[in-house]
């Protein structure tokens, strides 16, 4: 993606933006990678994504076997939200918004699964009753970026459209 008016002939490295967080990414000498016909990804826009699929693969698993949960899952998955959270937590130490400045497809891919894992706090007693605890216990005091985050998206009209009450359950 390039920024809108360049002189196609004098194209320079600010006008390169990435696709995902529109920021200039190769003046801002970020690692990139080009994809097809001239598409590009910034590292940053990258690790968000591969942490997003990450908890994602592992909440999926971890939801669906929560009356059957074995030790294994369960540490999968603690991990993957540990893996996920602290970038994300890295991430809004320096920014309103997980991949750029901005409202990006990280920060709705952020709402929609960390809300869909907070599911877990709500099946507290069949998770107990195995002997197990829940996760996300202390994401407001281990995250308080990302759970501020989430609370503060989740109430934009273009969220709480969707969410409802939700995340008030959750929390």
Not at 86 to 97: C, H, V
Not at 113 to 124: A, H, I, M, N, S
Request: glycine fraction near 6%; aromatic fraction near 8%; hydrophobic fraction near 40%.
């Amino acid at each position: 993606m390039h920024r809108d008016g360049i002189d196609v002939d004098n194209v320079q490295p600010e006008d390169i933006l990435c696709d995902f967080c529109v920021a200039p990414a190769w003046s801002a000498g970020k690692p990139c990678i080009e994809g097809h016909q001239g598409s590009l990804i910034c590292g940053d826009c990258l690790t968000a994504a591969y942490k997003t699929l990450v908890l994602a693969r592992e909440a999926q698993v971890y939801l669906l076997s929560i009356n059957e949960l074995s030790q294994v899952t369960h540490e999968r998955m603690s991990s993957a939200y540990e893996f996920y959270l602290s970038g994300i937590n890295r991430s809004l130490a320096t920014s309103d918004y997980i991949a750029s400045d901005q409202l990006t497809i990280a920060d709705i891919g952020f709402v929609c699964d960390v809300g869909q894992f907070l599911r877990e706090r709500l099946l507290e007693d069949s998770l107990k009753q195995q002997g197990f605890s829940v996760i996300s216990k202390n994401m407001e005091r281990e995250y308080p970026l990302a759970t501020a985050h989430l609370k503060t998206l989740g109430a934009m009209p273009e969220f709480s459209t969707h969410l409802g009450d939700y995340l008030s359950k959750v929390f």
